[in-house]
Each structure stands twice: as structure tokens, then as C-alpha cells.
């Protein structure tokens, strides 16, 4: 449950157009999750 709040928290930047991909939004963790580097070092969930 906890990673489809997550998938829904990371699709609302797309959702609304600002960007094409989840990891393309700046403030997102989509991008750890992605393998990119984000803004902080992220755990990922397990």
C-alpha cells in the first residue's frame, strides 16, 4: 500500500502537465527510484 502512495505521489507532477516523467520533476524522489541522483540521498523502500 505504501508504494502505491508513493507511485500516486510521484505521478501528480506528470498528471498536471509540468513534466513528460516522474523523475523530470526536481523535487521528487522519482528520480532516486529512477537510479538518478535526487536532491537528498534516499533509502529505497523495501
Known sequence: MLHQK????????VRI??????E??????????AGG???IELDALA
Not at 17 to 22: F, I, L, T
Open 24 to 33: 523530470d520533476w526536481v523535487y521528487s524522489s522519482a528520480r532516486d527510484y
Open 37 to 39: 541522483k535526487g536532491l
Open 6 to 13: 508513493v507511485n500516486y505521489l510521484h505521478q501528480n507532477p
Open 17 to 22: 502537465g509540468v513534466v513528460e516523467r516522474p
